[in-house]
């Protein structure tokens, strides 16, 4: 029996150690960015909600592009909403330095409530 063989489809064909032949295929080579907690969370939400979403970025070799760019584009939104959400909350760098817990409180809220919003625009659509 051959080693390498090419079918009928056009695609090569190794044999195994067991004596069957197995396609030689890979995917196609994508970018490689480091991913961010968001990044993360939509890869698992893509996983567990939308797979064929999933499988066509896979196969395009876009996946990972494009769950670098979800996370990108959260962290700009968190930015932007945490600085509205404060200006609009009265959280002053006043507040900071006469009352430091108070301060800590209100913007660790502004920023779980900034988190809602960025997860439910940006990560599950």
């Given at each position: ?14 044999l ?16 490689h ?6 990044g ?10 939308h797979r ?18 979800v ?55």
């Amino acid at each position: 029996m051959e080693k390498y063989i090419v079918g009928e489809n056009g695609i090569g064909y190794t044999l195994g150690e067991d004596g069957f032949y197995y396609p030689d295929l890979k995917l196609p080579e994508g970018t490689h960015y480091n991913i961010g907690k968001y990044g993360l969370i939509r890869w698992e939400y893509l996983i567990t909600c939308h797979r064929r979403e999933y499988f066509k970025l896979l196969l395009a070799g876009e996946l990972n592009q494009h769950l670098h760019e979800v996370d990108e584009e959260c962290h700009e939104r968190m930015e932007l909403l945490v600085e509205q959400m404060k200006v609009g909350a009265g959280i002053t760098e006043e507040l900071k330095s006469t009352d430091f817990m108070k301060w800590i409180g209100l913007v660790n809220n502004v920023r779980n409530a900034a988190e809602e919003i960025v997860l439910r625009e940006l990560i599950c659509v």
